[in-house]
């Protein structure tokens, strides 16, 4: 085999082998033995193509968040802050494998990990790009975010990573997008619980998530980026097969857009298995700007989700289609908490009995007053939270 990454870790005999069938020697390979593995630096890639990063499984998942020891963890005893893992070429292959961002579950938050696996190309580096990873099956627990795209100091190139089968527990969020160039990546099967948003946005797009589990009260989708960094490159997300579980309750959104962007976001197949969202007066989407959203094959839409704040000259839309009702297709739209201008569509759905409910396209004016941060009308796009820290 060729160089190993540079990274405190040990490796089996028999991990050696496996690595061996599954590389050849065409790339390197880091495959960590069964158990627990405690780091205290980061593992880093080599800048090049391909690579392996591989242990034996995820164990028991409840188990694995109690006591990190069946199967392979990765354990972080390092600096807080830092990232796990470290992708730093193109097309390594990471699976079969846990990663804590700190040693148990009672140790304090402030020591833990900042990013479980962190994608990105390192400034002053030319040839080779960054991205194009496979991921999965991975659990990453307790850190800020399981797994960060990109670098707050430039746009550098990582794109098109794959991720199969997610697990993040536990972390403030699940994947956070950096910059403008970071997009193009899918996703297939997200289970998240534990978290805040699933998918934060500062900057970039083009996502793509199928199958996404939200065991808890969370934001599947957060927009939160800064002027110019949500564009025409950038700007769709498609949001596929979103459960959210009962124990979501009325906090279970599926995008809030904190800034405003031309962002189009589509979600097919969707199941809110709360029934009190009109109750607690919740939303399941907030749209900002000229942002777009379409809803299809979805169950158990509720009054009241959907709201929107759109600055003079801009209008949201909104498509609902085939989807089943819980409420007629106008009390979907808070239009008393709205602000400025939505065009809406509801077309082929039906109420939860099955009953087709009369088609509807319509332009709504909303009559709330506006959010509070929120620039006045005319004024240009708002500036965001700026770029995230490392």
Not at 2 to 13: E, G, K, N, V
Not at 115 to 139: D, S
Not at 251 to 268: C, E, F, I, P, W
């Amino acid at each position: 085999m060729h160089a190993r990454p540079a990274a405190f870790c040990r490796t089996s005999a028999i991990g050696l082998a496996l690595a061996a069938v599954l590389v050849g020697s065409s790339g390197w390979a880091e495959v960590f033995p069964p158990g627990r593995t405690e780091l205290q630096r980061t593992v880093v890639t080599p800048y090049a193509f391909g690579g392996l990063i591989q242990g034996y499984g995820l164990g028991s998942l409840a188990e694995q968040y109690a006591h990190p020891t069946e199967s392979t963890s990765l354990v972080w005893r390092g600096e807080p802050g830092q990232a796990v893992v470290d992708l730093r070429g193109l097309g390594t292959t990471v699976k079969d494998i846990a990663i804590h961002g700190k040693p148990s579950r009672e140790a304090a938050d402030g020591d833990r990990a900042g990013v479980g696996i962190a994608i990105r190309r390192l400034r002053g580096t030319r040839g080779v790009g960054n991205g194009k990873h496979t991921i999965g099956p991975v659990l990453i627990t307790r850190c800020d975010a399981a797994v960060q795209v990109g670098d707050a100091t430039g746009d550098r190139n990582c794109d098109e990573s794959h991720f199969t089968t997610l697990h993040v527990h536990h972390c403030g969020v699940g994947v956070r997008l950096l910059n403008t160039m970071a997009l193009g990546h899918t996703f297939d099967y997200v289970r998240a619980m534990g978290v805040e948003a699933i998918f934060e946005v500062r900057a970039g797009g083009n996502l793509l998530a199928n199958r996404v589990a939200a065991m808890g009260p969370m934001t599947v989708l957060k927009i939160d980026a800064a002027r110019r960094a949500v564009g025409s490159n950038n700007a769709t997300y498609w949001l596929h097969h979103v459960k959210f579980d009962q124990k979501a309750g009325p906090r279970g959104m599926l995008v809030d857009m904190k800034t405003g962007a031309a962002a189009k976001v589509v979600s097919y197949g969707g199941h809110i298995a709360y029934d009190g969202y009109a109750a607690t007066d919740a939303r399941v989407a907030i749209m900002r700007s000229s942002g777009e959203l379409t809803l299809r094959d979805w169950y158990n839409l509720q009054a009241g989700m959907l709201e929107w704040h759109a600055k003079r000259g801009k209008v949201c839309s909104f498509r609902v289609r085939d989807s089943r009702l819980a409420c007629d297709p106008l009390e979907l739209f808070a239009v008393g908490a709205s602000t400025g201008t939505a065009f809406i569509e509801v077309t082929g759905c039906c109420d939860l009995s099955g009953r087709p409910l009369p088609d509807t396209k319509e332009e709504l004016t909303g009559d709330g007053k506006r959010p509070r941060g929120d620039a006045a009308p005319g004024v240009g796009e708002a500036g965001g939270a700026g770029p995230a820290r490392g």
